[in-house]
């Protein structure tokens, strides 16, 4: 089976407002270096609005400690899960994927609804347990903090099984042969 990393929205403004941003930058850093080497495809997600994200805008950016390689798909978004009204359904379909390695940000909103969008178009997906952050949503209602938010997707991914496929759970250290 021919598997994709997914590496979704890590860019300026949704990670200068994450925690262990640093961290999870490194890691997923690390992925990417792993998943070339491996000759495994890379696919970046890139999510714009109006209000915050603006197309071009430097906040807008991908981290400059991850910069995609040419020939790199680079998908643009609007919604939270990055399949939808996106192209990156075609994107895996060109490079013959037909599972996927999921990191980035943020956890309780574009990772999660990226891993279960995934999931129901039947992609069997990974998530990188310590490669996937989030800012701290209390304001929002959420009534915990965001470490919390980031076990709750880790231990919900683990255990996600849908008619012909599952979630499942890796670490940056395990993934790609690590």
């Keep these: 089976m ?23 930058v490194a890691t997923i850093s690390s992925l990417v270096d792993r998943a070339r080497a491996a000759d495994v495809p890379v696919v970046w997600v890139r999510h714009h609005a109006e209000q915050e994200l603006v197309e071009g805008s430097p906040g807008w950016q991908i981290v400059p400690e991850l910069t995609p390689a040419d020939g790199e798909a680079i998908v643009e978004k609007t919604f939270g899960d990055s399949f939808a009204e996106t192209d990156l359904d075609d994107v895996l379909k060109q490079r013959g994927v037909e599972s996927l390695v999921l990191c980035g940000a943020q956890t309780d909103a574009c990772v999660r609804s990226t ?64």
């Design 115 to 178: 891993f279960y969008g995934g999931l129901y178009r039947g992609y069997p997906m990974t998530l990188v347990t310590d490669a996937h952050t989030t800012e701290d949503m209390r304001q929002w209602g959420v009534g915990y903090g965001p470490e919390d938010s980031i076990a709750v997707l880790n231990a919900q991914a683990a255990f996600t099984v849908l008619p012909g496929v599952r979630g499942s759970v890796t670490t940056a250290a395990e993934a790609f042969g690590g």
């Design 2 to 24: 021919t598997t994709a990393l997914l590496v979704v929205d890590v860019q300026n403004d949704v990670m200068s407002a994450s925690v262990n941003s640093e961290q999870v």
